[in-house]
Structures are given as structure tokens and as C-alpha cells.
Nanobody, 117 residues
Framework: QVQLVESGGGLVQPGRSLSLSCAASGSVFKTSTMGWYRQAPGKQRELVATVTSAGTTNYADSVKGRFTISRDNAKNTVYLQMNSLKPEDTAVYYC???????????WGQGTQVTVSS
């Protein structure tokens, strides 16, 4: 069973940057698609960005050009660099691991990101 531990959330002013990290336990990281999702109060959880084991990335239109997802297989860690943050980026951000060619997936516990002046 994979455990995901997110870190890096907090309060930031509009226009500033923040970086999130998600460390995974176990040995399946290298063969997994990693993703960041977010859920704002009263809204459904939505995809922010994903990166496959081959390094292919995908972004929600709302964050394209501002957010960058990356992974370090040596550290079993996925990152989300968030620049030019907006108040509408405020949400709980969740990390997800999905083992490719299998049905297994798992979620992290979430980390709060608040963008406010």
C-alpha cells in the first residue's frame, strides 16, 4: 500500500509563488502517473496537472503557463511549482498516484493553499 505525504501549502499573496511536494512510499513510483488535484469549498475535486512515468505532462486550462509539475524518480517525489497565484487557486491540493497498467491508485491527505492579500 502506497502512502503519499504532501507538504508546502500555506498562505500566499496574489501574484506570488508556492511549491508543493508529494513523497511516495514503496517501489511503484517509477511506473506510476502522478497527479495534483484540488478542491475548493463547495466545489468538486478537479485535476490540476499530471505527469506520466514517461514524463508526459497534462494541465488544466486554468493553470497552464503558471503551474509546472515535475517528478524526481530517485526521490519518489512529485512537485508542483505554482507561479502567479490567484485567489481562485485557493483550495486543498491533493496528490494522487495511479500505477500504470493496473487499477491501483491512492490519494494523499491534502494540503491547504490559500491565496489572499
Amino acid at each position: 500500500q502506497v502512502q503519499l505525504v504532501e507538504s508546502g501549502g500555506g498562505l500566499v499573496q496574489p501574484g506570488r509563488s508556492l511549491s508543493l511536494s508529494c513523497a511516495a512510499s514503496g517501489s511503484v513510483f517509477k511506473t506510476s502517473t502522478m497527479g495534483w488535484y484540488r478542491q475548493a469549498p463547495g466545489k468538486q475535486r478537479e485535476l490540476v496537472a499530471t505527469v506520466t512515468s514517461a514524463g508526459t505532462t497534462n494541465y488544466a486550462d486554468s493553470v497552464k503557463g503558471r503551474f509546472t509539475i515535475s517528478r524526481d524518480n530517485a526521490k519518489n517525489t512529485v512537485y508542483l511549482q505554482m507561479n502567479s497565484l490567484k485567489p481562485e487557486d485557493t483550495a486543498v491540493y491533493y496528490c494522487k498516484i495511479a500505477v500504470e497498467l493496473s487499477w491501483y491508485y491512492a490519494w494523499g491527505q491534502g494540503t491547504q493553499v490559500t491565496v489572499s492579500s
